[in-house]
């Protein structure tokens, strides 16, 4: 069965510090899909990224990057020089493509909020 | 495209009363899931579509709830009689196999 963790339940920082939000994952599978979401104050939940098990290139997006190392399943996200528009509840997801299913599963999420 | 389209936005029934919540998802997408999120719970998975065809409704909490796909463009999900503790935010997701795109959910209150 997959399953997500997030064991940080909620971050506080001041604006301008990184900060990195861990997430630990679990599956059997040898394809699987790993994503981040951030659900702002206003609720939506916002895709950030997608990234599947057989490419463990780490990615940056602006302030944004991930690491993903399968040794520790683990991908985790940075945000560098955060700001206050960060704030938000961040959610980390894996889904498992290998029976052609793609049902995702949530973790808990981490609060970020970030002080001016 | 519009991106998931989720109605009514916020709802307020009374116990007892059936809600039907609607979703419309992105246009190609074969896969809707139906979420619902609570402070005590998180992110749930209620039940999923394949092809307009319910795969998975083991989520479903009670009897209370069913959820219907008549066509690629439209599902509902339904509470009858609704209850104070069926009060959540309630999403809806779609999707090809790559990103997953959620509505702006249905925030449910039953008083």
């Known amino acids: 069965a997959q399953k997500v963790t997030q064991a940080q339940t909620e971050i506080s920082v001041v604006e301008k510090e990184d900060v990195t939000l861990d997430c630990v994952y679990e599956?059997?599978?040898?394809?699987?899909?790993l994503f981040w979401y951030k659900q702002p104050p206003s609720g939506e939940l916002v895709f950030l990224i997608r990234?599947?098990?057989?490419?463990?290139q780490n990615e940056i997006s602006g302030r944004y990057s991930w690491n993903f190392q399968k040794s520790t399943s683990s991908f985790n996200f940075t945000i560098t020089a955060s700001q206050v528009v960060d704030s938000a509840v961040y959610f980390c997801?894996?889904?498992?493509?290998?029976?052609?299913?793609?049902?995702?599963?949530f973790g808990r999420g981490t609060s970020l909020i970030v002080h001016p | 495209d519009a991106g998931v389209i989720q109605s009514p936005r916020h709802e307020v029934t009374e116990m007892g009363q059936e809600v039907t919540l609607r979703c419309k998802p992105i246009?190609?997408?074969?896969?809707l899931f139906w979420y619902r999120q609570t402070m005590m719970r998180g992110l749930e998975l209620l039940i999923y579509?394949?092809?307009?065809?319910?795969?998975?409704d083991s989520g479903m909490p009670e009897d209370r709830f069913s959820a219907k796909m008549p066509n690629a463009s439209f599902s509902t999900l339904k509470i009858q009689p609704s209850e104070p503790r069926d009060s959540a935010v309630y999403f809806c997701?779609?999707?090809?196999?790559?990103?997953?795109?959620f509505g702006s959910g249905t925030r449910l209150t039953v008083v």
């Open positions: 990234r599947n098990s057989f490419d463990e």
């Open positions: 599956t059997r599978d040898t394809t699987y899909y």
């Open positions: 997801a894996l889904s498992e493509g290998g029976g052609g299913s793609y049902i995702p599963t």
């Open positions: 997701a779609s999707t090809s196999g790559a990103g997953y795109t």
């Open positions: 579509f394949n092809n307009n065809v319910p795969i998975d």
């Open positions: 246009s190609g997408h074969d896969y």
